[in-house]
């Protein structure tokens, strides 16, 4: 059972324009969402986090939106630039379970020039 | 100091061996992770150290064997391993303690070979 899922394992956006990556959870106790950037051989780097508390979270040209009651959030990269291409993810987590995150599959990002 | 580091990069061992996986960081981080990742997979806990202590063990087979320690080490002990077994292997440490996580530091992983 997948508790977190990113549909698209793809997405190719030009330069400049704004990127929308989503992600889908099933876990109504998840209370905590960051996003994860991995380029190939590198392990995950923390972008942004958002807590169940808040609907939006902004951080420079990254935002996550949250939307609890379609257990819904997505990551906004505007403008979008040739570096940000690499394999997003989304987790989840309970806060207080100890650090346990659950991984969505990942959404491949490219950016063309 | 803000890195995860981890060694070897790449190992390559055959199903006889005893091997280990390392992990170090110096962010004074209470809670260090292991996590398995497949090619085109999401990375999947393994195991989870609060204040060196084994916190969480996500049912993980006995042929691998977590050990930490002090704050600032990981080990991964790898015995009898078996080729579906070949996995990048991350580690990973947060400042939370058991009410929180904060987000999580990765190092750049192993890539782990069983023949």
């Known amino acids: 059972d997948q508790q977190v899922k990113q549909n698209s394992p793809s997405l190719s956006v030009q330069e400049g324009r704004i990127s929308i990556l989503n992600c889908d959870y099933t876990?109504?106790?998840?209370?905590?969402f960051l996003w994860y950037k991995k380029y190939p051989a590198e392990g995950p780097t923390f972008l942004i986090s958002?807590?169940?508390?808040?609907d939006k979270n902004e951080d420079g040209r990254f935002t996550v939106f949250l939307n609890k009651s379609a257990k819904h959030l997505s990551l906004h990269i505007v403008p979008s630039q040739p570096g940000d291409s690499a394999v997003y993810f989304c987790?989840?987590?309970?806060?207080?379970?100890?650090?346990?995150?659950?991984f969505g599959q990942g959404t491949e990002l490219s950016v063309k020039p | 100091d803000t890195e995860v580091t981890q060694t070897p990069k790449h190992l390559v061992m055959g199903m006889t061996n005893k091997k280990s996986l390392k992990c170090e960081q110096h962010?004074?981080?209470?809670?260090m992770y292991w996590y398995k990742q497949k090619a085109k997979k999401p990375p999947e806990l393994m195991f989870v150290?609060?204040?060196?202590?084994?916190?969480i063990n996500e049912s993980v087979p006995s042929r691998f064997s977590p050990e930490c320690p002090n704050s600032s080490l990981l080990n991964l002990h790898l015995h009898a391993l078996q080729p579906e077994d070949s996995a990048l292997y991350l580690c990973?440490?947060?400042?939370?303690?058991?009410?929180?996580?904060?987000?999580?530091?990765f190092g750049p992983g192993t890539r782990l070979t069983v023949l």
């Open positions: 990973a440490s947060s400042q939370g303690d058991r009410a929180s996580i904060g987000e999580q530091f």
């Open positions: 876990n109504s106790m998840f209370d905590y």
């Open positions: 958002i807590s169940s508390i808040k």
């Open positions: 987790a989840a987590s309970v806060l207080g379970t100890g650090g346990k995150l659950i």
């Open positions: 962010m004074g981080h209470r809670a």
């Open positions: 150290y609060s204040y060196e202590k084994l916190s």
